[in-house]
């Protein structure tokens, strides 16, 4: 890909790719305990949109901890859009958050972009030229310098007549680009250390073009230095762990500070409890009636059992079944006729999402969606010898999202593209069941041929499968979560979740 090629790019950074699916998933480790995986639906223009998702996790049941799913997930969904919206000059606090969100929007898409490129030129089947492949890494590193420089110059230079409020977000907008560029040299740092590291018969020949690149990384990454330092904003120090944590910080109030403007207000109810009261007092007029009709039966043979002790014992054996049945009647029957309320409904929570007051005056509904969360238990055939009968026993949970996205031109002509819908999932319960982090293993030292033990890490996997449909498109997702007693380590992908380069139409450099 040469340098006059950077319209692909463009189209990329832009979303508008042909190539790009209606619904595009993503699943990864959000921190030491929680995965985390999302998914994101098409604002449709016409009629409203049907989707679904399906998440399933396999634990190994002797690591499993009985636990509420609901209570274990936290999720939350916002509006979404890959360009400044084209409806003039941004003058409100809103207009100015949600340009800014644009534009780290796509500073993460050049820096996925990037990471790619990284990817598909140390594979083994890559065969291009070193000096395209330079000038390939250059245009996505251009490209997020250029996007920050439109974004500055729309967004933070002032106006006559802007309100306090409007300069000072003015300020935090220009402060959270430079925060966002940040993370995108770091991410195309890091995709070339993988470059640099990969193990194909050719790698040792990129490296010129990766301490090239790195050199033009260096550049931008000291000219953004040097304009936070002329701004007074906080910049890391790597010989201050007080600095890093401050840095740290304030990337995060300015992350939360930008996205709370496209959040949805989520209204959900639990479809059990919202007819629990009238499942509960149909199943005690049952289980009552029941229990008249045995006390009214057994008052007639009482007379005749007065001078007979057995006969009494008898009577008040029989008396204290049919109460005890009662309550066990009361029970089964209540958890039946929840069983049929999440089958009649076809789900077992029920969430609407309605777009903020200062967003859609009428905060009309832009999304809706009925969830499911099971648990069961399934044998999967023994990993060491599958034809000799053993079985693992492992827990299934499996979540069930089926949604409709409702068309908005409002929403639309301001930018927005996209609902996501994040899920992330608390696996810290099974912490405490599972083996040390690390295990000694004995190994023979080669100089003094003495046996010295070293610490191994001791992981679990558990395999993670996703299903999207979406727009008549499917797409299946396999992976398998590493973790160890101290959290999540990294997830390992047998698929990746998103189009390559070459499927977007952007040949491989």
Not at 162 to 183: H, K, T
Request: proline residues 5%.
């Amino acid at each position: 890909m040469a340098i006059a090629e950077l319209s692909e790019a463009d189209r990329y950074l832009a979303g508008e790719s042909t190539g790009e699916r209606q619904g595009r998933v993503r699943v990864g480790v959000h921190d030491a305990s929680r995965l985390e995986w999302s998914l994101s639906v098409p604002l449709p223009t016409e009629a409203p949109l049907d989707y679904s998702l399906h998440v399933e996790i396999q634990i190994p049941t002797n690591t499993f901890v009985r636990h509420t799913p609901w209570d274990q997930m936290q999720a939350f969904t916002r509006l979404d859009g890959p360009a400044l919206a084209q409806t003039g000059d941004a003058v409100s606090i809103d207009q100015l958050r949600r340009g800014a969100l644009a534009m780290a929007n796509q500073l993460a898409r050049a820096s996925d972009g990037f990471a790619r490129h990284c990817r598909l030129a140390g594979s083994l089947f890559a065969t291009a030229a070193h000096s395209e492949l330079e000038d390939a890494l250059t245009i996505w590193i251009e490209a997020a310098v250029r996007i920050s420089l439109e974004a500055r110059s729309k967004l933070t230079c002032p106006t006559e007549g802007d309100p306090a409020e409007v300069e000072r977000e003015r300020q935090l907008v220009d402060e959270y680009i430079s925060v966002r560029l940040l993370e995108a040299l770091a991410g195309a740092e890091r995709g070339l250390a993988g470059l640099a590291s990969s193990k194909s018969t050719h790698a040792a020949r990129v490296k010129p073009v990766v301490a090239a690149v790195e050199s033009r990384l260096a550049e931008v990454l000291s000219e953004e230095l040097g304009y936070r330092e002329a701004r007074g904003f906080t910049n890391a120090d790597p010989t201050s762990p007080e600095a890093l944590e401050a840095y740290l910080e304030r990337s995060s109030l300015l992350k939360k500070h930008f996205q709370e403007v496209l959040f949805l207000d989520p209204e959900s109810f639990q479809v059990a409890e919202r007819a629990y009261h009238w499942i509960a007092g149909f199943v005690a007029v049952v289980a009552s009636t029941w229990a008249f009709a045995w006390q009214f039966a057994l008052a007639s043979q009482a007379n005749a059992a007065e001078t007979v002790s057995s006969g009494l014992i008898t009577l008040a054996v029989i008396a204290g079944l049919v109460y005890a049945a009662k309550d066990r009647i009361k029970e089964i029957g209540r958890n039946w006729m929840t069983r049929r309320v999440h089958r009649v409904w076809g789900a077992q929570r029920v969430t609407r999402y309605r777009a903020p007051a200062r967003r859609l005056p009428g905060r009309d509904i832009v999304a809706s969606a009925r969830e499911s969360f099971n648990q069961s238990v399934a044998t999967l055939p023994d990993p060491l010898n599958a034809e000799s009968g053993a079985t693992v026993p492992v827990t299934v949970l499996s979540y069930d999202h089926r949604g409709q996205v409702v068309p908005h031109a409002q929403l639309h002509g301001t930018g927005v593209r996209r609902v996501k819908h994040v899920f992330r999932y608390d696996l810290s319960p099974m912490f405490a069941r599972l083996d040390d982090a690390t295990k000694p293993v004995p190994v023979l030292d080669d100089v003094s041929r003495k046996v010295r033990f070293i610490d191994a890490p001791r992981c679990y996997r558990v395999p993670i499968k996703l299903r999207v449909e979406c727009a008549g498109e499917k797409y299946e997702e396999a992976a398998t979560l590493v973790l160890h007693k101290r959290g999540l380590e990294r997830l390992d992908r047998e698929k990746d979740s998103n189009p390559s380069l070459a499927e977007i139409g952007i040949e491989p450099g």
